[in-house]
């Protein structure tokens, strides 16, 4: 038996392969972050499909903190209902499910929230519109936000939460040096950037105790100019880890990376694949905890080849499953051609619509079929 179907567990948290639906935004929610049908069957989908684990789109933990329209929310014991019936949804499927909480800052939707974005520190330059600096009292009130979400996550049975501090979320800002200026002790040298995440981890575990899986989700590098570097990320991961967290996924790059980060499109040989490896392999050698690898993962060769040779614990994927959400179980049946994801974006169109995402390069084949 291959490797990647072996069973595994993160902090008792039982997983039947090594394979992770990566947090993907899927514009399904409803327009007040509730849980909808339509989400709820792609969930029963994707559980289907094969996979070990499945982690939910980014939830926003505060109203403030919403980064877009049809977006997962978890700020509200209101949404308890839709949240609990996700995860029956998932657990039907013999699959597990981890919610993944977060704040955007200071690329939170003002048109969305009504309100002036918050960030660590008010950087010209980076986003059109005025951003605001946090106040310490209001890093104290979305700490608490952190952890209040995850109690709601583990009530709504969820086998997890993971932290969303990657891509230039809040979290993310407060670890990079291009956004975060500040002069107290959340800025400066990486130990004080990191304060926030380690406070938010905190507020967590209180939250769900310590046999409760607590994963988080962090940039490798920023990919700008003053950007988070890997030096930082790994001195970051070791104080996380001392700090009781469970595992890390490691991703890379914001929402204003552009040009300089690895490309994610086109990824037609082998080599392009698994673009941030190098990074897991030298957070790997820095961290004892498991460590899950995103970002342009398409071939079962090249996954299970990045396991058995220490570069990483578990293979995530996200819009490879946007198109096969069943791509596990064909690969555990025997087909290991690889995903069949072209990689062209194009996916996030009807999301972005308000259709919910799905394969525009798939649906146009079914047509001419």
């Known amino acids: 038996m291959s490797v990647m179907f072996e069973t595994t567990a993160i902090k008792g948290m039982t997983l039947k392969n090594r394979f992770v639906r990566s947090a993907t935004w899927e514009g399904m929610a409803g327009e007040d972050g509730a849980c909808t049908p339509k989400l709820l069957d792609l969930m029963g989908e994707l559980a289907k499909g094969g996979l070990g684990m499945i982690i939910t789109s980014h939830a926003y933990v505060q109203k403030e903190g919403q980064a877009g329209p049809w977006q997962l929310g978890i700020y509200d014991d ?3 209902d839709g949240l609990r019936k996700m995860a029956d949804t998932v657990h039907a499927h013999d699959s597990r499910v981890v919610i993944q909480l977060a704040h955007a800052g200071f690329f939170a939707n003002p048109k969305l929230t009504g309100q002036t ?4 520190s008010n950087v ?3 986003a059109k519109g005025p951003r605001r600096e946090l106040q310490q009292d209001e890093i104290r009130e979305i ?3 952190f952890g209040e979400a995850a109690r709601r996550a583990r009530s709504a049975g969820f086998d997890g939460v993971q932290i969303h ?4 979320y809040l979290l993310s800002q407060f670890l990079s040096p291009a956004f975060n200026k500040r002069q107290d002790e959340y800025g400066g040298p990486v130990e004080n950037r990191a304060k926030a995440a380690l406070e938010v981890l905190q507020s967590v575990r209180g939250a769900v105790g310590e046999d409760f899986p607590v994963l988080i989700k962090m940039n490798c590098q920023d990919f700008v100019e003053d950007g988070l570097p890997l030096e930082d990320t790994l001195k970051v991961g070791v104080l996380l880890e001392q700090g009781g967290l469970d595992a890390i996924e490691l991703s890379g790059g914001t929402m204003i990376s552009g ?3 690895p490309s994610r499109g086109g ?3 082998e080599e392009k694949e698994a673009y941030f490896r190098d990074s897991a392999k030298a957070l790997k050698e820095k961290v004892g905890i498991p460590l899950i690898l995103v970002g342009g993962n398409r071939s079962f060769n090249v996954g299970e080849r990045l396991v058995q040779e220490g570069y990483a614990d578990y293979i995530s994927m996200s819009r490879p499953l946007i198109r096969e959400p069943h791509l596990i179980q064909r690969w555990a049946d ?4 690889k995903a069949r994801c072209l990689s062209d974006n194009q996916c996030f169109g009807p999301a972005m619509a308000g259709k919910g995402i799905y394969c525009v390069v798939e649906e146009k084949e079914n047509k001419k079929e």
């Open 124 to 126: 010209e330059g980076l």
């Open 165 to 168: 501090a990657a891509h230039g």
């Open 267 to 269: 990824i037609k040989t």
């Open 78 to 80: 209101r949404f308890m």
């Open 259 to 261: 040009k300089f980060i």
């Open 117 to 120: 974005p918050l960030a660590p």
């Open 334 to 337: 025997g087909d290991f051609e």
């Open 143 to 145: 700490v608490g936000a």
